[in-house]
């Protein structure tokens, strides 16, 4: 069992900076795949990034390439998520998820551990 923690959401102003961090615990493997992904109210869940556990490997959204940047500490078994340059339409409840297979997924139904989310607002 996988169990998923995120934290670092909050209130900024548009063009600020806000880190997310997603402590993950129980049985990881390397091929695991780590993602975040968002969602506002009445819309679908979006996929935004994506690592493997053993590093490397990432993938995003092209909604946030360039402005976003996808990490992981082995030492403190987290992912973070480094935002920049941060937009209204930014505005979400962020999910960490993982899945138990290398491939580079961005259905949220291929994922099939979750954290709870955090909130991040983005203000004019």
């Known amino acids: 069992q996988v169990q998923l923690v995120e934290s670092g959401g909050g209130l900024v102003q548009a063009g600020g900076s806000l880190r997310l961090s997603c402590a993950a615990s129980g049985r990881m493997f390397s091929a695991y795949r780590l993602a975040w992904f968002r969602q506002v109210p009445g819309k679908e869940r979006e996929f935004i990034a994506s690592i493997l556990w053993s590093g490397g490997d990432t993938y995003y959204a092209d909604s946030v390439k360039g402005r976003f940047t996808i990490s992981r500490d082995n030492a403190k078994n987290t992912v973070y998520l480094e935002m920049n340059s941060l937009k209204t339409e930014d505005t979400a409840v962020y999910y960490c998820?993982?899945?138990?297979?290398?491939?580079?997924?961005?259905?949220?139904?291929?994922?099939?551990?979750w954290g709870r989310g955090t909130q991040v607002t983005v203000s004019s």
């Open positions: 998820a993982a899945n138990r297979y290398a491939f580079p997924a961005t259905s949220p139904g291929s994922y099939g551990y």
